[in-house]
């Protein structure tokens, strides 16, 4: 065409997987016994263990259903596959055969993703809370997994090239570069976000005439750089942290080691710690809870908190179809206070001090190319400097009150944005309105009760009047018809959900239809409305066609196996070491509640197969030290038949607070699951500004992932000690 070869994506895909066809050169597999050539059943069964007639009866099977039943063949996952290195290779993998399937976009089909990285179903309003967006925009945000990676100092332990990693095919793009260099490289194009963003304090920079125009000058003359060039310098350490509704250091902190040496300069069991790095950067940690957790005892300040059912509060996630109310049965008792109470007593103490020592400040945000705006499409470019003035000792005042910002910008949500004009009103009518101050005349948003009200006013799926208003935006930009999608006249208010679960509805906040007959299934609008996707091309992607996609050839779904550690750490051990969702908790909490310890053993277990306790010389029940280079664990071992070779289990979230002893490899007390892993980052989940792939709160960014984890494990001395 045009004097240039071209093919289709389709053609490329089935290249990729093997599958011959007449008039291609090459060398192809010989049929689906053949066990030499990749991606046949017979070549799959020595990875897998899956005997390759069982592979291919099941694959002819879920084909025939989907065309029998028009797409009706559905996927269903846990957390595991996201915690691998390449588990976006496993999930495009997943995606791939539903598409060809027909499966994506159908009731009783496609992919449900169960799993802990649940959004809120009232997403509208609730981002708009989350943020302060009603008061100022853009918020500062930044991933989690790469805040974490460099500031608890895990980058300095990548001891190999970014480009060993990378395809045969490859460039050479990251050779001589780690990770850590990568991350800087996603920050400088306005890939990704990072806190600090800059060496300088942004309000110092805001004093300038022109902030913006004075913060390019600084970069581009050398006298400014970016935080994540050198996260170690001292002006760039986070110094204060609140836990809020997170157990950090015993639930979520992969590479829990380095976050007691590095981050808190407490005594860890890091063998052999980096002495460059520096040894403790925080001046505060304080937390909120309920419970005694590992994060509360190592805390300089721990507040007391209400629990669920000592509040007001809204339950809701995008996989449930309904959203209801915690209500508190009784007051909370001695020296708790709900969250909500908390920090608007914090806000308060803060506002009196920041009004002096503060005052009204212009702040220089430096924001990320965001997905689902014009943004998306910038590709290597930088971040956009925004200036956001703060009133710092207003700040009370503002938490206590819905914005102006929520009916002059309106709510913007996946490309379209609510105008609340109607809602605004009626939320004044309904909680009451500021008498004095700042917020004056601006709806009260001083309780627990209306802050949910304002959530479910302002968001679509509880608010059909918006949800048709974002509909319509839609058909004027797409051309296509979404009539019958939003129930105009659907309102849910507080009253109702504290009285009972409340179906929610349609939105343009989610990609499903749902009424009172039809659960929600996502992109059931894109299959049957023909709602572009949202991709470079408004349609489903097989092939990524972005240069740090081509460096690890993976611009098309293929397998890649677990990372080989021992190669690229010089690690000797050969279990591979897995911590699944608890099975003796409620999510990540209680257990340490009686019932579950008499369920689950009590103290930290770790499951073993019969054959690889046979062969340590370990029994049931006996004291274990499993050991690598990010730390130790000392558990009761667990041997069962049900466990593959070769595969070890300690599951998640079992706090360092009970029956933990002292190791005998560093003389300290163990570990929580944890202590064994750390956070990688896989340089293609940097890529941002390239449509789909673009940074997005909560949605897209780099995962912290644990799973290629390997370890060493012996039976150690019965007598255990604690003191």
């Known amino acids: 065409m045009a004097g240039r070869t071209v093919t289709t994506v389709y053609d490329l895909l089935l290249a990729q997987y093997g599958v011959h066809r007449p008039g291609l050169p090459g060398t192809w597999p010989t049929g689906y016994d053949d066990a030499t050539e990749p991606y046949t059943p017979a070549w799959q069964e020595q990875i897998t263990g899956v005997p390759a007639a069982r592979a291919r009866k099941i694959v002819r099977e879920f084909a025939r259903t989907a065309e029998a039943t028009g797409g009706r063949c559905m996927f269903i996952l846990g957390a595991g596959t996201t915690q691998w290195f390449h588990g976006d290779t496993i999930y495009r993998a997943f995606l791939s055969l539903l598409l060809l399937t027909g499966c ?108 913006v125009a004075h913060t ?271 129930a105009e006249g659907h309102r849910i208010v507080f009253a109702d959900t504290q009285a009972r679960p409340v179906p929610v509805a349609a939105s343009p906040e989610w990609s499903g239809k749902e009424s009172h007959d039809r659960r929600y299934a996502p992109f059931t609008i894109n299959v049957e409305n023909g709602k572009p996707w949202h991709t470079l091309t408004g349609r489903t992607h097989f092939f990524l066609d972005h240069e740090w996609m081509h460096e690890y050839g993976e611009a098309l779904p293929i397998y890649r196996p677990p990372l080989d550690l021992a190669a690229l750490y010089g690690e000797s051990g050969t279990l591979r070491y897995l911590t699944p969702h608890s099975k003796w908790s409620i999510h990540s909490e209680y257990q340490d509640n009686l019932l579950m310890l008499s369920l689950s053993r009590g103290g930290p277990t770790i499951w073993m197969s019969t054959e690889d306790a046979t062969d340590l010389g370990i029994a049931d029940n006996d004291w274990v030290e499993s050991v690598n280079r990010n730390g130790v664990v000392v558990a009761r071992a667990i041997v069962s038949h049900r466990m593959p070779k070769g595969t070890v289990f300690m599951y998640h979230a079992q706090d360092r607070l009970i029956d933990v002893p002292k190791s005998e490899a560093t003389g300290l007390r163990g570990g929580v699951h944890n202590a064994l892993t750390r956070v990688l980052i896989k340089p293609t989940h940097l890529i941002g500004g390239h449509a789909q792939l673009s940074y997005g709160f909560n949605y897209l960014g780099p995962t912290g992932n644990q799973r290629d984890e390997i370890t060493t494990i012996r039976r150690r001395s019965q007598e255990v000690r604690y003191r």
């Not at 945000?141 to 480009?163: C, E, I, K, N, S």
């Not at 460039?171 to 260099?181: A, H, M």
């Not at 689902?372 to 710092?392: F, M, S």
Request: proline share 7%.
């Open 104 to 211: 994506q976009g159908r009731n009783g089909g496609g992919w449900a993703h169960y799993v802990g990285q649940e959004k809120c179903r009232p997403q509208a309003g609730w981002a708009l809370l989350a943020g302060a967006l009603d008061w100022q925009r853009p918020p500062r945000q930044v991933p989690g997994a790469l805040f974490w990676y460099l500031h608890t100092d895990q980058w300095r332990y990548d001891h190999f090239d970014a480009g060993e990693l990378t395809s045969p095919l490859a460039t050479g793009l990251f050779r001589g570069k780690r990770t850590s260099d990568l991350v800087t490289e996603a920050v400088r194009n306005g890939w990704m976000p990072m806190a600090p963003a800059f060496d300088r304090n942004p309000l110092e920079l805001g004093e300038a005439e022109d902030p």
């Open 216 to 486: 390019r000058a600084e970069l581009a003359a050398g006298r400014l750089r970016l935080a994540a060039e050198t996260p170690d310098d001292p002006r760039n350490w986070p110094r204060v942290l609140t836990l809020w509704r997170s157990n950090l250091l015993g639930s979520s902190a992969k590479g829990s080691e380095y976050f007691l040496h590095h981050l808190l300069g407490a005594t860890s069991n890091l063998e052999h710690p980096d002495p460059r790095a520096p040894v403790g950067k925080l001046d505060l940690l304080l937390t909120l809870d309920f419970r005694m957790t590992s994060s509360t005892i190592f805390s300089d300040v721990v507040l007391p908190a209400a629990t669920w059912y000592e509040k007001h509060d809204l339950s809701s996630t995008d996989m449930h179809p309904f959203v209801h109310a915690f209500n508190p049965a009784i007051s909370p008792p001695w020296q708790t206070r709900t969250d909500f109470a908390a920090f608007h007593a914090i806000a308060r103490s803060f506002s009196d001090l920041a009004k002096d020592h503060l005052g009204v400040r212009r702040d220089v945000v430096a924001l990320a190319h965001q997905h689902d705006t014009p943004g998306e499409l910038a590709g290597r470019g930088q971040p956009e400097l925004v200036v956001v003035e703060r009133d710092y000792g207003a700040v009370a005042e503002k938490l206590a009150a819905l914005g102006p910002l929520t009916e002059k910008l309106g709510i913007p949500v996946k490309g379209v944005t609510f105008r609340p004009d109607e809602e605004v009103t009626w939320l004044g009518e309904r909680c009451g309105l500021v008498p004095r101050g700042v917020a004056k005349g601006r709806p009260e948003l001083d309780t627990e009760a209306k802050a949910c009200e304002a959530i479910l006013a302002l968001s679509g799926v509880s608010n059909g009047r918006l949800a048709a208003q974002g509909f319509r935006q839609l058909a004027r930009r797409t051309g296509r018809s979404f009539e019958g999608l939003a």
